[in-house]
């Protein structure tokens, strides 16, 4: 038994704590597994929180999927083996493989914060930061013909239209495959001044202006007289699921990839010396902390007017 845990209570604890710690039921891991887990996941959290008063609500969901899995893989539950980093380290891994980077970083951190505290002697260098994942190519101006082409192609009429709406909004406005498979006809506004899109609702409203090369496509189905309460995309699709805009599925070989083209889109603002605040609140990144990978495939500027630019002459684009 766990040295901070006496009559089947835990000790330096508040009482409430103790009482969260011992009815902490998971609701994502069957009851068989949470049998043969829950004393080994509750000793842990106890014995670290003993030290560590506030750390329950971050550790005990972080730690029981972390039990949970390396009771899959076959390890014994000891703490050197479960709490040890490159145990954590390959349970970020696989577990989080489809979530964001700071999200593993974040759980990765926690876990090894309770290894540090509980297993100290499996802690003698740190870990090699998780590496960022690499920034999509943008298209090149051939290979961006060479889609408009691909688009032209389509074997009936309906595929056209999609295939250039696809192409549209994907280098035109730069918007993610969850802003397309949401986006009704409504949410589009043609003036004077181009096609400005509402993202309603998701993770980042926002209203993106579209480049003007890339706007016709759009313009042609606001004015065709469809129902502005239909979707702008595959209207035609029996549901809306996540793989609704996974283009090579759906549109099949020679599709332009989500990422590339958002990628794309992001680059020839940024080369075009958009205002930057514009272009965070165009593309929903919201600061540039989050855009700073995006640097990585810019060209390099001219320095002539590179530096005529840091000067602050007037004209200078």
């Not at 009429?157 to 495959?177: M, N």
């Not at 309603?200 to 502005?228: F, I, K, T, Y």
């Not at 060209?299 to 590179?306: G, N």
Request: hydrophobic share 40%.
């Amino acid at each position: 038994m766990s040295p901070a845990v006496k009559g089947g209570k835990p000790s330096g604890l508040s009482p409430a704590v103790a009482e969260r710690i011992a009815n902490y039921t998971p609701r994502k891991i069957s009851p068989d597994v949470w049998t043969v887990i829950a004393p080994f996941v509750r000793s842990t959290v106890t014995d670290f929180a003993a030290i560590c008063v506030r750390a329950v609500d971050y550790s005990l969901p972080p730690t029981t999927r972390l039990v949970a899995w390396c009771h899959n893989q076959g390890y014994p539950l000891e703490r050197a083996v479960v709490l040890d980093r490159h145990t954590i380290a390959l349970f970020v891994e696989d577990y989080y493989k489809v979530r964001t980077l700071r999200t593993r970083r974040n759980i990765r951190s926690a876990l090894m914060r309770i290894g540090r505290v509980l297993v100290p002697e499996a802690y003698p260098q740190p870990l090699p930061p998780i590496a960022k994942s690499p920034v999509a190519a943008p298209y090149t101006t051939a290979e961006q013909a060479a889609l408009r082409s691909w688009a032209r192609g389509g074997r009936t009429t309906y595929r056209r239209e999609q295939s250039a709406l696809l192409l549209a909004l994907g280098i035109g406005a730069g918007l993610t495959r969850a802003d397309v498979e949401h986006l009704l006809v409504k949410h589009v506004t043609v003036d004077q001044d181009g096609v400005l899109i509402d993202i309603v609702g998701g993770r980042h409203p926002r209203m993106v202006p579209m480049l003007r090369d890339w706007e016709q496509a759009v313009v042609d189905v606001v004015n065709s007289g469809r129902d502005p309460d239909t979707y702008l995309v595959l209207p035609r699709a029996k549901s809306r699921s996540k793989n609704l805009t996974n283009t090579h599925k759906v549109y099949g070989a020679g599709a332009p990839s989500t990422i590339r083209m958002r990628a794309t889109w992001m680059a020839a603002h940024l080369v075009n010396g958009v205002p930057i605040k514009a272009f965070l609140d165009a593309s929903g990144i919201g600061n540039l902390e989050s855009a700073e990978r995006i640097l990585s495939i810019l060209p390099d500027p001219d320095p002539v007017v590179a530096r005529r630019a840091l000067r602050g002459e007037a004209g200078w684009t």
